[in-house]
Nanobody
Framework: QGQLVESGGGLVQPGGSLRLSCAAS????????MAWYRQAPGKQREWAAK????????EYADSVLGRFTISRDNAKNAVYLQMNSLETEDTAVYYC?????????????WGQGTQVTVSS
């Protein structure tokens, strides 16, 4: 059974940066597409970024395009989200997700989430 564990969240000032990590286990990581989602207080969970198994195809939501970068290291079974120029609106619980279908929006595996708070 696959497991995903996020880390790297915290409190950061507006304009600052954070790097989230997601460690995968119990799955053949290099055949899974990975995604980052986020859920702000009182709002629905929204997709932020995704990356295909070899890391050659990447997509971003308009809300994070140009500020966030998704990457993966298949040798380390990990996916990352580099977040720059953070805004208060980026405050949310961030989740990583995995599925073999790059085009799905119903991911098979989910992490427990890591809190990101952007505040002065």
């Amino acid at each position: 059974q696959g497991q995903l564990v996020e880390s790297g969240g915290g409190l950061v000032q507006p304009g600052g940066s954070l790097r989230l990590s997601c460690a995968a286990s119990g799955m053949k990581f290099n055949i899974y597409s990975m995604a980052w989602y986020r859920q702000a207080p009182g709002k629905q969970r929204e997709w932020a970024a995704k990356i295909n198994p070899p890391g050659l195809t990447i997509e971003y939501a308009d809300s994070v395009l140009g500020r966030f970068t998704i990457s993966r290291d298949n040798a380390k079974n990990a996916v990352y989200l580099q977040m720059n120029s953070l805004e208060t609106e980026d405050t949310a619980v961030y989740y990583c997700a995995a599925d073999r279908d790059y085009y799905t929006n119903r991911y098979t595996y989910w992490g427990q989430g890591t809190q990101v708070t952007v505040s002065s």
